[in-house]
């Protein structure tokens, strides 16, 4: 009968530990190799070109601010923004070693910036228009809205509430309190300010049903016998829901472009700029919400909203200190 032969425990002397640091490293050379092929697969432009590469790490850097951001906000503790940042750091050196080491990647052609086209009369240009841009443009809008049936006139009114709603959960201040300053000679002033705060209460309504009846109740109360009367309390409702949503729309646009140069980033105006931007900004968010490289389940979709937002932002920069003004993002 034939014994087993027993194998020794490895002598601990000669066999070599992986430690934590070990592994945390190689995580984060996986994750720049990663965030290297992304950025090329997406389309985001070459590395090595330094236009480019400012570019995106600039818009890494703001992913950053927003992390921290959300510290400071209460959102994150500081273990969530540490591992929040991971992903950061680990594409800023996949980004640096493409640059460093031209060989790691193909050039890659830029591709046109997702969504850079005209977007022509949508509710977001004509919101803008309003801010003063083209307040021309704006009012003859505002006019050919007036000059619509009722169901469209309603149905336009309920889509800039919505709207304006909306932006309030990406920090927009605006309140009905500016409605009632700028009213403040309009016999009907109250009536109006009430129909503006109905309708953006309105909007909040998940029930699609009670979200609609709901505004419906609020734009019956500007029903009036003369018909003059009822036209400019739709016109002037419409005008403070197009005003208080340009304007946000517009602050947001500046600073976007403003901080973006600031980090380094360059011109947002220049599509290889904004192309190579939200490519980088993508390709965190893939590595931030993908299993396995250090992010807690969770933890990832408390920042998604912001971060969503601030990547946005770099559109919002091209689209309304270009298109718009002509003047540039200062």
């Known amino acids: 009968m034939f014994r087993r032969k027993s194998v020794p425990d490895p002598d601990p002397r000669r066999t070599p530990s992986i430690t934590a640091g070990q592994l945390i490293g190689d995580t984060d050379q996986m994750m720049a190799l990663t965030a290297m092929a992304t950025f090329a697969a997406l389309g985001g432009g070459d590395l090595r070109d330094p236009l480019v590469q400012n570019a995106a790490l600039a818009a890494l850097a703001t992913a950053e601010q927003v992390v ?4 400071e906000a209460g959102v994150l503790d500081r273990g969530g923004v540490t591992q929040l940042s991971r992903p950061a750091a680990a594409a800023r050196d996949g980004f640096q070693q ?12 830029p591709g046109p910036a997702s969504g850079t086209g005209a977007d022509g009369g949508n509710l977001r240009d004509i919101a803008v228009w309003s801010a003063g841009l083209a307040p021309d443009e704006a009012a003859a809008f505002v006019e050919a809205v007036l000059a619509s049936n009722d ?3 309603d149905t336009v009114l309920r889509n800039v509430a919505e709207m304006l709603d909306n932006s309030a959960d990406s920090g927009n201040p605006w309140t009905s309190r500016s409605v009632m300053a700028a009213l403040a000679g309009d ?7 009430g129909t503006v705060d109905a309708l953006v209460s309105a909007a909040r309504i998940t029930a699609p049903d009670t979200k609609r009846t709901t505004a419906d109740a609020a734009l019956a109360k500007l029903r009036h016998p003369d ?3 009822f036209r400019h309390r739709r016109r002037v409702v419409l005008q403070q829901l197009l005003l208080g949503l340009g304007g946000f729309i517009y602050g947001r646009a500046r600073e976007a472009a403003v901080s973006f140069r600031e980090l380094g ?17 993508d390709t965190y968010m893939a590595l931030a919400g993908q299993t396995g490289n250090g992010v807690s389940p ?22 309304y200190t270009v298109k718009r003004s002509g003047s540039g993002a200062g």
């Open 68 to 71: 921290e951001g959300l510290h």
């Open 98 to 109: 493409a640059m460093a080491q031209p060989g790691l990647l193909p050039p890659t052609p």
């Open 151 to 153: 169901a469209t006139i």
């Open 187 to 193: 016999a009907d002033r109250d009536l109006l300010v």
């Open 227 to 229: 018909a003059d009367r």
């Open 265 to 281: 980033g360059g011109d947002l105006r220049d599509t290889k700029v904004l192309k190579a931007a939200q490519t980088a900004f």
């Open 298 to 319: 969770g933890l990832y979709e408390l920042a998604e909203p912001q971060l969503t937002d601030a990547r946005n932002s770099f559109k919002l920069a091209y689209d």
